[in-house]
């Protein structure tokens, strides 16, 4: 229902997984310390996904100016180009600092949480997760 | 019209006391749609019957009903809205409609705001991310809406959660959940009692988007971890104290994910439905009564003058029954 302007419906879809598996590239070279291969970044995203596609979004998003790449063994390791990232970053900053009735219109991911919310979450996570699963998020491929 | 003019009102008091506690009870994408109606008919009903009442007073000041030609007898002795009630309903009804007015303005003005931002931030993919080491994350509505993530949110997420924190954002921008926000905040606006209502609106569509991230990761515990992560980061990271008093909605949320999915309960559902008729049905029972009123005072001040001038005119053949049957008795209501 959010496509109507699409006439054709597999187009759509397909255009759309493009745009979900860019931010998943994305948001997998900045969750990272250090440049990714395109064979490290496909691992770390879900599903099953062939090399060449993750190699094709790669390279359209270094196209597109927003990756940087240097030579690492037979091909690439992918960085993101954090210019345009820091001069957005300070303009949002000030527009969420002086505008606090923003928020009406934002849905933040997560919000403010009390001291006693702190230790209910650290609780409930732990509780869940088992000492032997605490390190999962973090492990790498 | 006694009665069936104060419903609307007394639905809008218990919606505003019961749906924020039903709300949680119900699956959210339901309850996000029970809030909605909820608050649009909350809202209706009480513009609704503020002006039946505002206009049972105006009907009775004498200037009004000579430029109506209605008889002020007959409308006071028809219905029984007291002037000092009318006064208070008008005076409410204005303070309702201003502070609509200023919500909707403000809102308008943020939407455009947040439309022109999303075609501003740079690149053209769905996420930007912002440079910045304070975790911070948000749905930016738009043509598309973007999501907002700064670096060091993604930094503090694994793999699988940063997969859970773009599909609970893009469950806001496909859901439009901007708009949900928009209409409890403006009801918030008419009735200060709804503003319970908005919040518990706004927990809803969060718990709403989690879901939906749950069903895309295909792990609830990995969206539960992203949540919880996410918001320690965030208060790990902020400057200003941490709030006294317990929120809740974090824990809530994460608690709710480490549950089994929330199963579909019809009653809080079929009892809101019910309510809605019940008030929509007396608000069109109170405007029919108020008509019925004025055509009831319009035939008797048209029989006194024609009394006054030509006595032995019938009736039903002179110009008073142009208002159909209601030569019979006047009607009382």
Redesign the interface.
């Known amino acids: 229902m959010h496509d109507r302007q699409s006439d054709e419906p597999g187009a759509t879809s397909g255009r759309r997984a493009r745009g979900e598996l860019e931010s998943g590239v994305l948001a997998a070279l900045y969750g990272a310390t250090e440049p990714l291969t395109a064979r490290q970044v496909r691992d770390g995203l879900p599903g099953d996904l062939a090399y060449t596609t993750v190699l094709t979004i790669l390279s359209r998003l270094y196209d597109k100016g927003m990756l940087v790449r240097h030579r690492a063994g037979r091909g690439y390791a992918y960085a993101p180009a954090r210019d345009e990232a820091t001069h957005t970053a300070e303009r949002m900053r000030s527009l969420l600092e002086h505008g606090a009735d923003r928020e009406a219109v934002l849905t933040r991911f997560v919000s403010e949480l009390s001291e006693e919310d702190e230790q209910l979450l650290q609780r409930l996570l732990s509780g869940h997760d088992g000492p032997q699963h605490i390190g999962r998020a973090d492990e790498g491929p | 019209m006694l009665i069936s003019v104060y419903v609307p009102l007394l639905i809008t008091i218990v919606i505003a006391l019961f749906a924020p506690r039903a709300a949680p009870l119900l699956a959210p994408r339901t309850a996000a749609w029970s809030l909605a109606s909820a608050a649009l008919v909350a809202s209706l009903g009480w513009l609704g019957s503020l002006g039946l009442l505002a206009f049972a007073g105006l009907v009775q000041i004498p200037e009004v009903a000579q430029e109506g030609q209605w008889s002020v007898a007959a409308v006071r002795a028809s219905d029984p809205v007291y002037l000092t009630v009318a006064g208070v309903a008008a005076l409410a009804l204005l303070s309702s409609v201003a502070g609509l007015a200023v919500a909707a303005t ?2 308008v003005r ?2 455009r ?2 439309r022109r ?1 999303c075609q501003q ?12 080491a304070t975790p911070e ?5 738009g043509k598309p809406g973007r ?5 060091g ?3 503090c ?7 859970a ?2 599909a ?3 469950a ?1 921008l ?1 859901g ?3 708009l949900f ?2 209409l409890w ?1 403006l009801s918030a606006a008419v009735n200060p009692l709804l503003r319970p209502l908005s919040a518990a609106g706004g927990f809803v ?2 718990r709403w ?1 989690d879901e939906e991230a749950a069903v895309r ?1 295909g792990d609830r ?1 990995v969206v ?2 992203a ?6 980061a ?2 790990a990271n ?1 400057s200003r104290p ?10 809530q949320r ?2 709710a994910l ?1 549950a089994p999915p929330p199963p579909r309960r019809a009653l809080p559902f079929v009892a809101g439905a019910a309510l809605l008729v019940v008030c929509c049905g007396s608000l069109a029972d109170a405007a029919t009564d108020s008509e019925q009123m004025i055509e009831t005072a319009q035939h008797a001040a048209c029989v006194t003058a024609q009394a006054a001038t030509a006595p032995a005119v019938p009736l039903h053949h002179g110009p008073c029954c142009e208002h159909e049957h209601l030569d019979g008795p006047v009607r009382h209501h």
Do not use: C, N, Y
């Not at chain 2, 994350?137 to 509505?141: E, G, I, K, T, V």
């Open positions: 403000r809102q943020h939407l705001w947040a931002e931030l740079p690149g053209e993919t769905e996420l930007a991310v912002l440079d910045m994350a948000f749905a930016l509505p999501i907002v993530v700064s670096r949110m993604l930094r997420l694994g793999d699988r959660e940063r997969e924190l773009l609970h954002e893009r806001h496909r439009r959940h901007h926000q928009t905040r569509l969060e988007a990761v515990a539960a971890r949540v919880g992560r996410a918001a320690l965030t208060s902020r941490a709030l006294a008093a317990t929120g809740g909605a974090v824990p994460v608690r480490l």
